[in-house]
């Protein structure tokens, strides 16, 4: 049996060891908490810090091929023009038209089509790109009749035989009636063919004018914007990253996921809006 006086001495030891040990199990406790949540913290932002400089820097390439990509269009535009006005381009003379076009567009592998029409389409010619890159003339003179013609076209720009010949109907081209309307340079909506929905364009039209400010037509320069698809899929940002570029009103221009932007609906390619997207 042990005494209380006995006991008072362990008991005084308890206490004192307690009182010993805990402080320094606290402040060890808190130091090694302090700094895990430090080292966390830091982990976190530096990971964030990380993440936001790839971001702009992603964002800042893009913006960098964007400009270049869409200066094209309108500097060619330029030229084409300032050659009219000064004599070197007779722009009526259709077969040195098409075959100036034809230099730039051989030049300028980004363009998809070039070409000058006359008010009510009465007349046209242009050089465009077909899907495996060989060039070809599309036409139509008022000896046609009508009927408009598209080309092949050898090394050298001539043609070489008549591929498709029709009946051509005149509907409302927005990307000749806008720049008229403005009087200006104008980038004209976006547009997907039809019968070929792989097929998105988007062109930017110069409205043309002789001495007396009377209305010559409309020169107009085509981008292909899948190619936007192929820039940004090539961008390796990271495993889990993608890249849209959308329109104010939420439509998507390009994408670096494998879905298209556009739907078919009632055998109509229509543009694809962000919130239809599939991917979350």
């Not at 000058?116 to 790109?129: A, I």
């Not at 570029?245 to 390619?269: C, F, H, M, N, W």
Request: glycine residues 6%; hydrophobic residues 35%.
């Amino acid at each position: 049996m042990i005494s209380s006086k006995e006991a008072a001495p362990t008991s005084l030891k308890f206490r004192l060891r307690t009182a010993l040990v805990v402080p320094f199990v606290l402040q060890i406790v808190t130091a090694v908490g302090l700094v895990g949540y430090l080292s966390f913290y830091n982990g976190q932002k530096a990971v964030n810090d990380l993440v936001l400089r790839l971001q702009n820097e992603t964002s800042s390439r893009i913006n960098q091929h964007l400009d270049t990509l869409l200066a094209t269009p309108a500097q060619v535009n330029q030229i084409n023009v300032d050659d009219y006005k000064t004599g070197n381009l007779n722009l009526l003379d259709y077969e040195r038209t098409w075959r100036q076009f034809y230099s730039q567009m051989k030049t300028f592998k980004s363009l998809n089509y070039i070409g000058f029409g006359r008010p009510q389409g009465s007349e046209y010619v242009g050089v465009g790109r077909e899907a495996d890159g060989r060039l070809y003339a599309a036409m139509m003179q008022s000896s046609y009749k009508g009927r408009s013609k598209r080309y092949d076209l050898d090394s050298q720009g001539n043609p070489t035989r008549v591929t498709q010949e029709e009946a051509f109907e005149y509907v409302d081209d927005s990307s000749f009636t806008d720049a008229v309307k403005a009087g200006k340079p104008v980038w004209a909506e976006i547009t997907y063919w039809t019968d070929k929905p792989d097929v998105v364009t988007i062109s930017c039209s110069y409205p043309v004018y002789d001495k007396s400010g009377n209305l010559v037509g409309v020169i107009g320069t085509e981008l292909f914007l899948p190619q936007l698809n192929t820039f940004l899929q090539n961008l390796k940002v990271s495993p889990s990253g993608k890249i849209f570029i959308l329109e104010r009103d939420g439509l998507v221009v390009a994408t670096s996921t494998s879905e298209k932007s556009y739907q078919i609906k009632q055998g109509k390619p229509e543009r694809l809006n962000v919130l239809e997207i599939k991917d979350l």
